[in-house]
T-cell receptor, first 112, second 115 residues
Framework: GDSVTQMEGPVTLSEEAFLTINCTYT??????LFWYVQYPGEGLQLLLK?????DKGSNKGFEATYRKETTSFHLEKGSVQVSDSAVYFC???????????FGTGTSLTVIP | DAGITQSPRHKVTETGTPVTLRCHQT?????MYWYRQDPGHGLRLIHY???????DKGEVSDGYSVSRSKTEDFLLTLESATSSQTSVYFC??????????????FGPGTRLTVL
C-alpha cells in the first residue's frame, strides 16, 4: 500500500546551517506530496506541497522537489534559524480514495 | 486558516467514563478526520468522514466511535476511556474531488489524559 518514510530524528543543527530531511514514498499511482510543520503545543501546518513530478514546493525558505525517479521529496533549507525548531512531517495523498499518509515526523532543534 | 476549532482543548477523565471530543469547521470542507498523536507513532488515523452521516474506520478505530450529523461538526467518542487512550487528538479537514483529496488542515488539538 501507499506509505511515507522519513528520516529518524532528532536532528540538532546550529543556526545558519544547511538542513536536509529525507522523505521517500511508496505509491501505486501519481500522488501529491506535502510537508507539514508542527510547533510545540500546536497542530500541524502545511509548509509546502507538490502535485506532480518535478514540481518544486517552496515556502519560508524551505524547498522540496518531487522526484518520481527516486520516489523522494526531501525537505531542504539553506540557513536554518532558531525559530525553525519544530517537528516536520512528510505526507502523501494518493489522489484516489479518502486518506492521507503521514511519516512519523522528524524533530529539528536549532541552537544559537 | 481553515476555521477549525476543537473542544475541549484539555481534558482529564477517569478510566471507564465516556468522553466526547468535538471538531467544528466553518468552511464547508467535505472531509473530516480524527487522528491521535503519540510519541514514537506519529499521527494515526482513528476515523474519517466523507460527508454527513458517511464515516469510515482508520487504522486505530477500536474503542472509538464518530458521528457527523452536520457538515460542520465531527464528534469523536471514547465509549469507555482507558489509559491507553491518553493522547493528543487532532481533527483535520480537507476538500476533495472525485479523484481524491487535497491538502489537510489541522485543528489545534485536544490533550486527553485518562487516569
Amino acid at each position: 500500500g501507499d506509505s511515507v518514510t522519513q528520516m529518524e530524528g532528532p536532528v540538532t543543527l546550529s543556526e545558519e546551517a544547511f538542513l536536509t530531511i529525507n522523505c521517500t514514498y511508496t505509491a501505486t499511482g501519481y500522488p501529491s506530496l506535502f510537508w507539514y510543520v508542527q510547533y510545540p503545543g500546536e497542530g500541524l501546518q502545511l509548509l509546502l506541497k507538490a502535485t506532480k513530478a518535478d514540481d518544486k514546493g517552496s515556502n519560508k525558505g524551505f524547498e522540496a522537489t518531487y522526484r518520481k525517479e527516486t520516489t523522494s521529496f526531501h525537505l531542504e533549507k539553506g540557513s536554518v534559524q532558531v525559530s525553525d525548531s519544530a517537528v516536520y512531517f512528510c505526507a502523501l495523498s494518493p489522489n484516489t480514495g479518502n486518506q492521507f499518509y503521514f511519516g512519523t515526523g522528524t524533530s529539528l532543534t536549532v541552537i544559537p | 486558516d481553515a476555521g477549525i476549532t476543537q473542544s475541549p482543548r484539555h481534558k482529564v477523565t477517569e478510566t471507564g467514563t465516556p468522553v466526547t471530543l468535538r471538531c467544528h469547521q466553518t468552511e464547508n470542507h467535505r472531509y473530516m478526520y480524527w487522528y491521535r498523536q503519540d510519541p514514537g507513532h506519529g499521527l494515526r488515523l482513528i476515523h474519517y468522514s466523507y460527508g454527513v452521516k458517511d464515516t469510515d474506520k482508520g487504522e486505530v478505530s477500536d474503542g472509538y466511535s464518530v458521528s457527523r450529523s452536520k457538515t460542520e461538526d465531527f464528534l469523536l467518542t471514547l465509549e469507555s476511556a482507558t489509559s491507553s487512550q491518553t493522547s493528543v487528538y487532532f481533527c483535520a479537514v480537507s476538500q476533495g474531488s472525485g479523484t481524491g483529496i487535497y491538502e489537510q488542515f489541522f485543528g489545534p488539538g485536544t490533550r486527553l489524559t485518562v487516569l
